[in-house]
């Protein structure tokens, strides 16, 4: 079987190379087209995961605008399907990147796996754009990958074939754990993050910090910047720790809002394994990004979301995560409430298994591969109903 991935973002990265790794394990020949989406985070998780790219579309050289990304990604990934001529395409998630793809891959009349199909906020406006992203990659795929049993419903709920729609675990949780293996192993590597960290106080409560979503652009990205200097002011004991996305709507405000306050760390967005540390030490985690709703649970670590909805409402079910909003006085007050409530922290910082068991990538892997043989439909079944997790069944 022969199958083009697609990907551009640091967290397509991620979550597609255990598929990728997976079906090359099985002698399947997997091509990888990258957009180019996020050049500079993108490639050292390439290399992290020791994957290379067959077609480089790289649609980043300059600004453009999300209609103009979208269509010359469209058009080198048609082009792509046209060299290579795969048995499937490959996408994930819902990004600009995975819609463009399932576009280009549609219009070839080339079957479309589509892994993390599913989630749903409800909110078209939030997360934006990549709400619409999700849905209209779900319209045209032909497999659905779907990472939880909540995800299966939605995709069932809007009219999916239901011999096509598998409940695998989200590949984030295979990622997760291979760095995690890695820095409890590789004494080296923890000695050198160490070192890199050095500043953050072994005996000082970290809180990390990551903020990029476009709908949280302006006052609301502002708002949360007002909460975490008035968090720092107010508990000298703890460290904040903020890789800032090089976006100029959020690097500007924080470096404006933060800079002078003693005990926040504005950094550079770190590499896969490091952030993995800085989550690994953290005490707890205030964010808007999908993943780390997804990773922080695995390794106990409450989450602050700074949405006002989310399509991961596992997590805050279980009490995993709480939505904070972007108010000020509402993120510094979730805050305060877990540095001085130690029943109410407790309750959050357990590990939980809500997203996966570290198999999504063998899962997906071993379905696709069945094709159309016979038998198939009751082989894939057999795949999916091996030891899941029951949170994600």
Request: charged share 25%; with cysteine.
């Amino acid at each position: 079987m022969r199958l083009l991935t697609v990907l551009g973002t640091r967290p397509e990265a991620i979550k597609l190379a255990p598929v990728i790794r997976a079906l090359r394990a099985r002698n399947a020949q997997v091509l990888v087209c990258a957009s180019g989406q996020h050049r500079e985070l993108l490639d050292p998780l390439l290399r992290f995961f020791d994957l290379s790219p067959d077609f480089d579309l790289d649609v980043m050289h300059e600004r453009r605008s999300l209609a103009d990304m979208t269509a010359r990604v469209m058009s080198g990934v048609a082009e792509a399907i046209e060299q290579s001529r795969p048995d499937a395409v490959l996408v994930h998630g819902d990004t600009a990147t995975a819609l463009a793809g399932a576009l280009a891959a549609f219009m070839q009349r080339t079957p479309i796996a589509h892994v993390e199909a599913g989630l749903r906020s409800g909110d078209l406006q939030s997360p934006w754009p990549e709400e619409a992203s999700r849905r209209l990659t779900d319209a045209l795929a032909h497999w659905y990958f779907a990472p939880t049993a909540g995800a299966k419903r939605n995709l069932l709920q809007e009219g999916a074939k239901p011999e096509r729609v598998f409940v695998t675990g989200n590949t984030v949780i295979d990622s997760l754990q291979l760095v995690v293996d890695r820095l409890q192993s590789d004494a080296a590597l923890r000695a050198k993050l160490d070192k890199k960290f050095a500043y953050l106080d072994a005996a000082r409560r970290i809180i990390l910090v990551t903020g990029h979503r476009r709908e949280n652009f302006g006052e609301n990205f502002r708002s949360v910047c007002v909460a975490l200097k008035q968090i720092a002011l107010a508990h000298p004991e703890t460290c904040i720790v903020y890789p800032v996305h090089l976006n100029p709507n959020v690097y500007a405000p924080a470096h404006e809002f933060l800079d002078s306050v003693p005990n926040i760390y504005l950094i550079e967005p770190q590499d896969y394994v490091d952030f993995v540390y800085l989550m690994y030490r953290a005490y707890l985690i205030i964010t808007d990004s999908g993943g780390i709703q997804e990773e922080a649970p695995a390794l106990g670590k409450p989450v602050l979301v700074t949405r006002a909805c989310t399509e991961r409402p596992e997590a805050i079910r279980v009490g995993a995560a709480r939505l904070v909003g972007t108010d000020a006085a509402s993120v510094a007050a979730a805050v305060e409430r877990l540095l001085s409530d130690r029943r109410a922290y407790e309750y959050m910082a357990k590990p939980r298994t809500l997203y996966g068991d570290g198999q999504a990538g063998n899962r997906i892997a071993q379905i696709l591969l069945l094709g159309g043989s016979a038998g198939a439909e009751a082989s894939r079944r057999a795949v999916i109903n091996q030891a899941l997790p029951q949170a994600m069944s």
